[in-house]
């Protein structure tokens, strides 16, 4: 039972990790309590983009006639697409299995134990190991609202299991897994609230083309309260006896509440850093309790990695793979380094919202001197032809010598395009070098040509 790399969660950090290491010729133990592929797999990232594919084909079809497409009738089935979504599931998650398995790595189920940086206990047996990586991804934070223990309510992983749409939903929590369903949900038409404390949604995105896409998604008829908190939650009954959620806010109107069917709580994720005796190793750590590590994702015990939400950064997907990439690629010996210089986030909503680098929030923060440029998404050819009446933007962050910053774009496909940016802020390109690269004609991506 001796490893050269032990590794405790199967999300996507740890699947990477146990990727690599495994096709390096290292012996490989990955610890996994629930599902292979973690909660991005099973319950985050590609559920929620298939569900939300359902839907975005679903608006296709009712408003084909903008593209001069008759469609009679219109119609989805709920159970259907929740089915949909667990093949796709099913079916990835196969694929990681047996990739690690192709490449050697013993993969065990079962809760995971540390007892030091050398030896991990999982039931009734003691793993011995050269290195230890710690992928133990995030999970739903809850808060401590009154009344939340009195009702109801969903989190991600419900809504994406439920079956029945409800007449009304309110959503406490503006952020990315928000706004995805309350687009979900809406596309469906179930009547949306979306209640969130901050003065705009999708804080740590470009604030300019967030508002826009809540002025969108007001225009479809979800109802947005901003600045709000939300300050109890309690039970309540419909006419007809239905149980219904009563959520209860105060903002500088003075306080209300919203009754809703359901209720559901998105107002973030916290790391998991209990349940896996952590404490045994004594690492250090940020004031919010997040491992510090290297650039090499080292910890400061030697031989001990830690990759993914579990350092607090970033708690996306495409972060954890590349971490857990640095972290074996150390191990290897092989000089690598990670980089959050251009780390993209998206929202799947429809239109998408992406951005990578720096936004002029951050910027203005950082007392860094920048200028903005942008264009409407009209000035795509490509764009044009497939968003009949849909409008967007792309806006690029410069600085006083011209390199790219960061990169906005609010418009379908932006989670495709967006990439092009980052590279560009990765490599550290001025906008004239960026413009001399070549683009397609036509696609959306030319956008950023024409913008510089």
């Not at 290491?21 to 319950?43: I, M, Y």
């Not at 604030?207 to 300050?231: D, N, P």
């Not at 750590?285 to 993914?308: D, F, L």
Request: charged share 20%; hydrophobic share 40%; glycine share 10%.
């Amino acid at each position: 039972m001796k490893y050269q790399v032990a590794i405790i969660g199967g999300g996507p950090a740890g699947y990477t990790a146990a990727e690599v290491a495994g096709k390096a010729g290292l012996s490989v133990v990955l610890f996994e309590k629930q599902s292979l592929g973690g909660v991005c797999l099973n319950e985050g990232c590609i559920p929620t983009k298939t569900l939300l594919y359902s839907a975005k084909t679903y608006d296709g079809a009712r408003h084909a006639s903008k593209y001069a497409v008759n469609v009679p009738e219109v119609s989805f089935d709920l159970p259907k697409i929740i089915a949909r979504k667990q093949k796709v599931v099913r079916k990835l998650v196969l694929g990681v299995k047996g990739k690690l398995t192709a490449h050697g790595v013993n993969i065990v189920t079962g809760a995971a134990t540390i007892i030091d940086k050398n030896h991990v206990q999982c039931g009734e047996e003691t793993y011995e190991c050269e290195n230890l990586l710690l992928c133990t991804g995030s999970e739903t934070f809850v808060p401590p609202i009154s009344g939340v223990d009195t009702v109801p309510y969903w989190t991600h992983r419900d809504a994406l299991d439920n079956k029945e749409l409800p007449a009304s939903l309110a959503i406490i929590g503006g952020g990315v897994i928000g706004m995805e369903f309350a687009s979900f949900f809406n596309s469906l038409g179930v009547q949306v609230t979306v209640i969130e404390m901050l003065d705009e949604i999708l804080g740590g995105m470009d604030k300019e083309l967030s508002a826009m896409l809540r002025a969108e998604y007001a225009k479809r008829g979800i109802k947005f309260m901003l600045s709000t908190k939300v300050v109890s939650l309690a039970g309540t009954s419909s006419e007809d006896g239905n149980l219904l959620v009563q959520v209860n806010y105060e903002n500088a109107d003075g306080s209300g509440s919203v009754v809703a069917d359901k209720l559901l709580m998105s107002v973030g994720r916290r790391p998991v850093s209990k349940g896996f005796g952590l404490e045994n190793l004594n690492l250090a750590k940020t004031e919010r309790g997040n491992i510090i590590v290297s650039e090499q994702m080292q910890t400061s015990e030697e031989g001990v990695y830690a990759c993914g939400d579990l350092t607090g950064f970033s708690l996306l997907a495409h972060t954890a793979v590349r971490e857990a990439e640095v972290a074996v690629h150390t191990i290897l010996g092989k000089n690598d380094a990670m980089s959050y210089r251009a780390i993209p986030g998206v929202v799947y909503t429809n239109p998408e919202i992406a951005g990578v680098g720096e936004t002029e929030e951050s910027l203005q923060k950082k007392n860094i001197a920048y200028r903005a440029v942008q264009l409407p998404m009209a000035y795509s050819g490509r764009f044009v032809a497939e968003n009949e009446g849909v409008n967007g933007v792309c806006k690029v962050l410069l600085a006083e010598d011209d390199t790219v910053l960061g990169a906005h774009v609010l418009g379908n496909p932006a989670s495709e395009i967006i990439t092009l940016a980052g590279m560009a802020i990765e490599l550290k390109l001025t906008a004239g070098e960026w413009k001399k690269i070549v683009f397609p004609h036509p696609t959306v991506g030319e956008i950023f040509k024409e913008v510089l």
